[in-house]
């Protein structure tokens, strides 16, 4: 995965919610997990957020160190929906709750989904 901060956007909209919708999508239950498993190992405990990736500072000049905004959309839910599911990225640490879980998402679940509309 690309070391970037966006890794919360694209993983989230792309592998997270599609695991959210249909429980029985596990490969894409995995690869939202992989993700923000590797989106968490670039949190910065001295500054407490998550800076920038590498990759970032170089294509669009984001400082680095430093924190940019345009990736929490997606790594919030991502980290949350990874904390719920595994029970790891729970601490005080990363700001994540440790009382989530798999049972108690922090997002409502559609009961239907026809022709592209959710309802709940």
């Known amino acids: 995965m690309a070391p970037t901060v966006l890794r919360g ?8 919610i599609a695991a959210v ?5 596990h490969a894409q239950a995995e690869l939202a997990i992989a993700a923000a498993r590797s989106l968490a190992a670039d949190f910065d405990p001295v500054a407490r957020l998550l800076p920038p990736g590498v990759q970032d500072a170089r294509l669009y000049r984001w ?10 959309p997606g790594a919030v839910p ?3 929906f990874a904390a719920a599911r595994t029970g790891e990225m729970t601490s005080d640490i990363i700001g994540i709750a440790s009382k989530l879980s798999p049972v108690n998402p ?9 022709a592209g509309a959710a309802t709940r």
């Not at 919708?21 to 999508?25: F, G, K, N």
């Not at 922090?106 to 026809?114: A, G």
């Open 106 to 114: 922090p997002f409502e679940r559609p009961r239907t989904i026809t």
């Open 21 to 25: 919708l249909d429980p029985d999508r």
């Open 63 to 72: 400082p680095r160190p430093g924190a940019c905004i345009d990736g929490l």
């Open 78 to 80: 991502l980290l949350a």
């Open 9 to 16: 956007f694209v993983f989230w909209y792309g592998a997270g």
